[in-house]
Structures are given as structure tokens and as C-alpha cells.
T-cell receptor, first 114, second 110 residues
Framework: SQTIHQWPATLVQPVGSPLSLECTVE??????LYWYRQAAGRGLQLLFY??????ISSEVPQNLSASRPQDRQFILSSKKLLLSDSGFYLC?????????????FGPGTRLTVL | KQEVTQIPAALSVPEGENLVLNCSFT??????LQWFRQDPGKGLTSLLL?????REQTSGRLNASLDKSSGRSTLYIAASQPGDSATYLC?????????FGPGTRLSVLP
């Protein structure tokens, strides 16, 4: 069966510090991968998605970046965090191709920028 | 651009009641629509997936309907239980990506 992992589960970082959140998927190959942010009281905002190694699409301009160094690994990074980067970050995957795909979500990372 | 809205934003009901959550989307060119459940501080769990060619899906006490032409979906929860308390989000698969609504926070009181 497929599983998706995210770490860390919680993170408190000062403004201006770097960020690295990791997501890995097990039990599947060639997944589509997604990073979402959920700010307090708001819906999920798609940040990045990837259809393959090294292929990253950005949905919103921001000081965050994403990378996919391996097929089942997706990393969210920042060189300098802003207060507005605080939120709940969710990684998700979906099977490649087809129109019947659902998305499977990881447990999330709670990021607080002080 | 696709926009998804959900009504109500929050709902509190006594245990045992039947209830309806609403989801609306602006562009009917969707591939599918999903309802998710999110418990506080947790990830999302898929409840029901309706393909664009389907009208409804059922799972246990949950029934979701889809009227693509009018841009609406409803999630019906029968005989609600305290364990149903969570935030419910709908999402549409639009183009290559999912667009989510803001969610409805449901509290079922014992």
C-alpha cells in the first residue's frame, strides 16, 4: 500500500531563517506531487506541483521554492522566512495520468515563523 | 479561473440530525469533485469522489451529489455523530490541479 510521510511535524523558526520541509511517498512510482499551504481560517492554496523529477510548476509567486531530486521525494524550501509564511503545509500525491485521480495527503507540517 | 466556495462556513448540530453541506464552483469544466475530511491539525482524508459524468456517490451515511451544469455539489450526512465533527472540504479537479474550497467546520454535539 502507498504511504506518504512529511517531516518535521512541527517547526518554529525565526524570521529570516532558512526552511526545508521534506515529503516522501512509498509504494508507488511516478506520482504527481503537490505542496499546499493552509493559513489559519483559509482554504488550501496550491503552491507547487511536479509531474516528474526536476519538473516543478509554481502556482503563486512567493519566497518559497520546491525541488524534486528523486521520483518520490519532494522538498519545500526558503532562503529567508517571512512572518506570512506561517501556516500548515501539506504534501499530497496522485497517480500519474487519467481523470479519475484522487489526491492522498500527508499528515502536514505546522510552521510558525516568529 | 476556477473558484470554489462552501456554505455554511461553520455548523453546529445536535447528535442524530441529518445535515447538508454545500459546495459551489464557477467553471463547470471539471474532471471530478471530491469531498475531504480534515481533523484539527491533521492531513486530509478523501470521503467521496464523483466523476464529472456521475450524479452522486454514496458511502455509508454519506451521500454526495453533483450538478455540474449549475456548478453545485452537496454532501449529505445522515444521523450525525460526535465523531463526524471535523472540517469538510470540497475540491474540483480542474485542468491538472485540484482547487479547494475554504471548508465547512462541523460540530456535532452529544
Amino acid at each position: 500500500s502507498q504511504t506518504i510521510h512529511q517531516w518535521p511535524a512541527t517547526l518554529v523558526q525565526p524570521v529570516g531563517s532558512p526552511l526545508s520541509l521534506e515529503c516522501t511517498v512509498e509504494g508507488t512510482s511516478n506520482p504527481n506531487l503537490y505542496w499546499y499551504r493552509q493559513a489559519a481560517g483559509r482554504g488550501l492554496q496550491l503552491l507547487f506541483y511536479s509531474v516528474g523529477i526536476g519538473q516543478i510548476s509554481s502556482e503563486v509567486p512567493q519566497n518559497l521554492s520546491a525541488s524534486r531530486p528523486q521520483d518520490r521525494q519532494f522538498i519545500l524550501s526558503s532562503k529567508k522566512l517571512l512572518l506570512s509564511d506561517s501556516g500548515f503545509y501539506l504534501c499530497a500525491w496522485s497517480p500519474r495520468g487519467g481523470i479519475t485521480d484522487t489526491q492522498y495527503f500527508g499528515p502536514g507540517t505546522r510552521l510558525t515563523v516568529l | 479561473k476556477q473558484e470554489v466556495t462552501q456554505i455554511p462556513a461553520a455548523l453546529s448540530v445536535p447528535e442524530g440530525e441529518n445535515l447538508v453541506l454545500n459546495c459551489s464552483f464557477t467553471d463547470s469544466a471539471i474532471y471530478n469533485l471530491q469531498w475531504f475530511r480534515q481533523d484539527p491539525g491533521k492531513g486530509l482524508t478523501s470521503l467521496l469522489l464523483i466523476q464529472s459524468s456521475q450524479r452522486e456517490q454514496t458511502s455509508g451515511r454519506l451521500n454526495a451529489s453533483l450538478d455540474k451544469s449549475s456548478g453545485r455539489s452537496t454532501l449529505y450526512i445522515a444521523a450525525s455523530q460526535p465523531g463526524d465533527s471535523a472540517t469538510y472540504l470540497c475540491a474540483v479537479l480542474y485542468g491538472q490541479n485540484f482547487v479547494f474550497g475554504p471548508g465547512t467546520r462541523l460540530s456535532v454535539l452529544p
